[in-house]
């Protein structure tokens, strides 16, 4: 990911192997990390059980919070893939009944939102 794009907001696709050795310790037995993404200095992970938030707080970013969310509170998501002009493209994730999604990242032209779209369907749509 580019630092340009990072100064944005916009996430890049983090690979397995760096995703399990960071945030390993945060899995329960049996689940596996699908797919993750860095934005800045936080992070979100899809497993085969729920979506991982990391955030990352402060100055120094020593203290972090982690959120889970369980695949069967998602009630609907959406994305929205980069246009011409746009160069970002959006997930927006809505938590049980709220009117407002309550998860909103977007993705560099580097990820294939397809992907992640295929994850969450696969998850969700049980």
């Given at each position: 990911?580019?630092?340009f794009s990072?100064?944005?907001?916009?996430?890049?696709?983090?690979?397995?192997?760096?995703?399990?050795?960071?945030?390993?310790k945060?899995?329960?037995e049996?689940?596996?990390i699908?797919l993750?993404?860095?934005?800045?200095?936080?992070?979100?992970?899809f497993?085969?059980?729920r979506?991982?938030?990391?955030?990352k707080?402060?100055?120094t970013?020593?203290k972090?919070?982690?959120?889970s969310?369980?695949?069967?509170?998602i009630?609907?998501?959406?994305?929205?893939?980069a246009?011409?002009?746009?160069l970002?493209a959006?997930?927006?994730?809505?938590?049980?009944?709220?009117?407002?999604?309550?998860i909103?990242?977007?993705f560099n032209?580097?990820?294939?939102?397809?992907?992640?779209?295929?994850?969450?369907?696969?998850?969700?749509?049980?």
């Open positions: 990911m580019g630092i990072a100064i944005l907001g916009n996430a890049g696709t983090v690979s397995q192997e760096d995703l399990q050795k960071d945030y390993g945060l899995l329960i049996g689940e596996q699908e993750g993404f860095k934005l800045i200095r936080d992070t979100f992970i497993t085969t059980k979506l991982i938030l990391v955030d707080q402060g100055l970013g020593n972090i919070e982690y959120k969310v369980s695949y069967k509170s009630s609907r998501f959406s994305i929205e893939t246009g011409t002009f746009d970002d959006e997930l927006k994730i809505w938590v049980s009944s709220e009117q407002m999604p309550s909103k990242k977007q032209k580097s990820v294939n939102v397809y992907d992640v779209h295929n994850v969450l369907a696969a998850h969700v749509l049980k």
